[in-house]
Nanobody
Framework: VQLQASGGGFVQAGGSLRLSCATSESITGIQVMGWYRQAPGNQRELVAE?????????NYAEFVKGRFTISRDKAKNTLFLQMNSLKPEDTALYYC???????????????WGQGTLVTVSS
């Protein structure tokens, strides 16, 4: 299974972008899907995640609360990140991730997308 992230781009401060992350095939046993980001010289950090085993309960990093919204299309198993009021410090490569345990065989999986670049100008 692969994750394909898209939606990044160049935007001015205060603008908005919507990221999407699609799975290449149907998979069961996903426990959490989330978005991470990594700016040059920094470590990768969690932006937001949803816990599927808790009814898509969201969790946000403090620095995006009130500005970003994570959601999921359950039918297509596609993850979204609506980013509003973007700031220059939001500039980073954004990655989507999912992990869980496959049903039946009970094997752990942890899958990363390729990243999509978000650039916010001041």
């Amino acid at each position: 299974v692969q994750l394909q992230a898209s939606g990044g781009g160049f935007v001015q401060a205060g603008g908005s972008l919507r990221l999407s992350c699609a799975t290449s095939e149907s998979i069961t046993g996903i426990q959490v899907m989330g978005w991470y980001r990594q700016a040059p010289g920094n470590q990768r950090e969690l932006v937001a995640e949803v816990t599927l085993t808790s009814g898509d309960s969201p969790n946000y990093a403090e620095f995006v609360k009130g500005r970003f919204t994570i959601s999921r299309d359950k039918a297509k198993n596609t993850l979204f990140l609506q980013m509003n009021s973007l700031k220059p410090e939001d500039t980073a490569l954004y990655y989507c991730n999912m992990y869980g345990i496959t049903e039946g065989v009970r094997k752990f999986f942890d899958v990363w997308g390729q990243g999509t670049l978000v650039t916010v100008s001041s």
